[in-house]
Each structure stands twice: as structure tokens, then as C-alpha cells.
């Protein structure tokens, strides 16, 4: 199963069918994760079997602006893998900021996968990570400090093969097993206080 976490900013740019008679009928607002008690128990009565064709459904999970740090970090230490969208990024993106940081300080970074455009500039990020990898480094789990490897995706035109590329590095990563060899991969080895660029 899929659970995407998104602030108020997105729900209108993702309004299904259903919210949108959820908002006519103004009961949109229980959708929201208003509290940080409330995820346990919100996550525990999402629909995480498969459905009849054998797909998994994408739980949105929306956040209210005063209490979406807590839920991410929540959300984070039970999730299999994590995907972070940095397609478009700039330091000026504070939120994302921080759940990158945060990834950085305590997540398995084997678990991690970062998101880029064929367009975003690799040199740019490469030093956004090396600066958040030293700002997290006194706070950084022991369990993430065992991998010093951390995956990321480049989505270009070829986006069917790319997808597929994705789904395989999902797939890798939450059966935690050394990521095989894929053509739109770059690996980014934050270690000793440096990030290196290299093939997969």
C-alpha cells in the first residue's frame, strides 16, 4: 500500500471525485490529521489490502499546517520505504527542507529514495544533502549510520521505463537488499563528511 502525505496547498491540486462531495457537503475537514495522537489511529484504519485485481490502494493522508511535522515524522518511522519528491527543489522550500534533513538524521537510508527531474541540477543538490548530512550529524540514529548509500531516481522523458525503474528500486529497497543496476540511478554517499556521485 501507498500512503502520499500532503498538506492543504495539494489537496486541491489532487481532489478526487470524493473529497470534492466531501468539501460540498463540508465534511472535508475530517480527512485532516489535525493532531499528532491522531496518526496511530489513522493509520491503522487505512485499507491496506489489495483490491480484487490485485492492485494496493494510495492513501492520502492531508495535514493541517500547524502539526504535519510531527505526522511525517510519525508516518516516516513506519513506512517501509520513503520517496521524497525533490523535483523542482530550491532551498527556499522549507517544508521539504526539513523532511529531507530529517531523512537525513534518522531514517535507514537504505530505505530512502529521492525524486529528481531529468532538469534539476545534480551539483546543486548534491551540496543541499552534504550541508543537511553535517547539520543532522549529531542527531543521526545509529541504525542510519550503517549505510551510508542513498538512492536517487531521475524521472525524464522515458517516463514508462523510468516508472518501472522506480517501482524495481522500491521494491529493492523495501526488501533491503543491495540495489541492482539500473540506468536512470545515481547514488549519492553522504560518508566521513562528503557526498559522491557514482553509477549504481
Known sequence: ???????????????????????????????????????????????????????????????????????????????????????????????TRFELRELLARAPLAQVILLLDERDNLEVLREEIELLWHEAATERLPASGNVHTLRVLTLGADSDAQLRGLVDAVAEAAARTAPANAAQAVTIQPSKGSVSFGKP
Not at 492543504?8 to 465534511?27: C, I, K, N, Q
Request: proline share 6%; glycine share 6%; aromatic share 10%.
Open 1 to 95: 500500500p501507498v500512503w502520499m502525505i500532503a498538506g492543504p496547498d495539494l489537496v486541491g491540486a489532487y481532489m478526487e471525485p470524493d473529497e470534492f462531495f466531501a468539501f460540498m457537503d463540508r465534511s472535508l475537514h475530517t480527512r485532516f490529521i489535525t493532531q499528532p495522537q491522531q496518526v496511530p489511529e489513522r493509520l491503522a484504519a487505512l485499507d491496506n489490502r489489495r483490491d480484487a485485481e490485485g492492485r494496493f490502494r494510495v492513501n492520502e493522508l492531508y495535514c493541517a499546517n500547524t502539526n504535519w511535522k510531527p505526522n511525517v515524522l510519525a508516518m516516516n518511522e513506519q513506512a517501509g520505504v520513503i520517496v521524497l519528491d525533490l523535483r523542482e527543489y530550491t532551498r527556499q522550500r522549507a517544508g
